[in-house]
T-cell receptor, first 116, second 116 residues
Framework: DAGVTQSPTHLIKTRGQQVTLRCSPK?????VSWYQQALGQGPQFIFQYYEEEERQRGNFPDRFSGHQFPNYSSELNVNALLLGDSALYLC???????????????FGPGTRLTVT | GNSVTQMEGPVTLSEEAFLTINCTYTATGYPSLFWYVQYPGEGLQLLLKATKADDKGSNKGFEATYRKETTSFHLEKGSVQVSDSAVYFCALSDQNSGAGSYQLTFGKGTKLSVIP
């Protein structure tokens, strides 16, 4: 049973550039959430996708956008990169609300983004 | 808004010592509470959970009890091993009706090092 996978593992970008990160959810899961984890901090919620729509959003600017595909995989896009966007980006998948154990989120290994 | 406060680390213990990591929370309604563990270079793994007051979550020798009166969810283990060395995150979920799933709010994490 494949867990949550993310790509790439590491990425180095320059200020002002754009980046796309990818996530495939755990088999059977249809909801994908993205989190940003700065060094030494806990993960911060960015947004969540279900049925190909953004359902919830944390306190992140519009430079952060996403997409969910019909196969439930998801992308996170960040435009106009800032030095402060350097972090570990985590994807988590879960079953939709109302499903048994829908509160359990399974995390991928993350993508380490470095902005120089 | 919701918030989670956990004890500052790092925490260094000798093997077989007793572990307590304090966690308190602020939330509206009745959140579910979680402990996640992050091993070096890996994503987050769900360690244990409790979904209502007085529930005790347990896994791999770790325990935590949901205390509504003190808004706490302290993590304990009677005898730690070197393999328990990791960063531990306390988190709560905030059900948002109409959304796909639960949004997690994390504490800053507590790094545990267990020495032989």
């Amino acid at each position: 049973d494949a867990g949550v996978t993310q790509s790439p593992t590491h990425l180095i970008k320059t200020r002002g550039q754009q980046v796309t990160l990818r996530c495939s959810p755990k088999s059977g899961h249809d909801t994908v959430s993205w989190y940003q984890q700065a060094l030494g901090q806990g993960p911060q919620f960015i947004f969540q996708y279900y049925e190909e729509e953004e359902r919830q959003r944390g306190n992140f600017p519009d430079r952060f956008s996403g997409h969910q595909f019909p196969n439930y995989s998801s992308e996170l896009n960040v435009n106009a990169l800032l030095l402060g966007d350097s972090a570990l980006y985590l994807c988590a998948s879960s079953l939709r609300l109302g499903t048994v154990n829908s509160y359990e989120q399974y995390f991928g290994p993350g993508t380490r983004l470095t902005v120089t | 808004g919701n918030s989670v406060t956990q004890m500052e680390g790092p925490v260094t213990l000798s093997e077989e010592a007793f572990l307590t990591i304090n966690c308190t929370y602020t939330a509206t309604g009745y959140p579910s509470l979680f402990w996640y563990v992050q091993y070096p270079g890996e994503g987050l793994q769900l360690l244990l959970k409790a979904t209502k007051a007085d529930d005790k979550g347990s896994n791999k020798g770790f325990e935590a009890t949901y205390r509504k009166e003190t808004t706490s969810f302290h993590l304990e283990k009677g005898s730690v091993q070197v393999s328990d060395s990791a960063v531990y995150f306390c988190a709560l979920s905030d059900q948002n009706s109409g959304a796909g799933s639960y949004q997690l709010t994390f504490g800053k994490g507590t790094k545990l090092s267990v020495i032989p």
